[in-house]
Antibody, heavy 118, light 107 residues
């Protein structure tokens, strides 16, 4: 069955970096675009980044542009989120989700917690 | 950026009740609106896509309607497992993809 498993979260100081991974299985990864979506404590869902199925383009919410980079490795069926210059307000559970084309994401992982704190 | 607003913020109901959740967009999103169910510690679950289509495996008690700027998610008869937070999400105009703030269906 379709599985998405995030990893790489943890506690990090402001200004430092972290790389999240989302390992997938149960579907043809190269056919799907991938999103990262986050949920800050006590808040709702916020879309963070999207990469097309072929890696041809990437998109970001304004608050992370220039700091976060989404990428994919089709040989490993994995999508990444490189997060640099982390801020306290980046503290959240980060979810990866797959999407066919630009359809609504239809399968999500369980999330990984990122805490940015001094 | 398209802003989605959801009402009410909290809906206090009992099993067997009918739940009606609303999502309004700041400008037309055509039919490109989805509904997700989210429980603490779990992955969000796609319920309805493109306004009125049930996702795979979603029970028939969940239905969606609307177009343009006004959308509704209806749960015809609440089951105990339906108590959760529900988000609407638009894909008509992006980036950014946007979510509503959520409606908590509370016991």
């Amino acid at each position: 069955q379709v599985q998405l498993v995030e990893s790489g979260g943890g506690v990090v100081q402001p200004g430092r970096s972290l790389r999240l991974s989302c390992a997938t299985s149960g579907f043809t990864f190269s056919d799907y675009g991938m999103h990262w979506v986050r949920q800050a404590p006590g808040k709702g869902l916020e879309w963070v980044a999207f990469i097309w199925y072929d890696g041809s383009d990437e998109y970001y919410v304004d608050s992370v542009k220039g700091r976060f980079t989404i990428s994919r490795d089709d040989s490993k069926n994995t999508v990444y989120l490189q997060m640099n210059s982390l801020r306290v307000e980046d503290t959240a559970v980060y979810y990866c989700a797959r999407t066919y084309g630009d359809y609504h994401p239809d399968s999500w992982g369980q999330g990984t917690l990122v805490t940015v704190s001094s | 950026e398209i802003v989605l607003t959801q009402s009410p913020a909290i809906l206090s109901l009992s099993p067997g009740d009918r739940a009606t959740l609303s999502c309004r967009a700041s400008q037309s999103v055509s039919k490109y609106l989805a509904w997700y169910q989210h429980k603490p510690g779990q992955a969000p679950r796609l319920l309805i896509y493109d306004a009125s289509n049930r996702a795979t495996g979603i029970p028939a008690r969940f239905s969606g309607s609307g177009s343009g700027t006004d959308f509704t998610l209806t749960i015809s008869s609440l089951e105990p497992e339906d108590f959760a937070v529900y988000y609407c999400h638009q894909r008509n105009t992006w980036p950014p993809f946007t979510f509503g703030p959520g409606t908590k269906v509370d016991l």
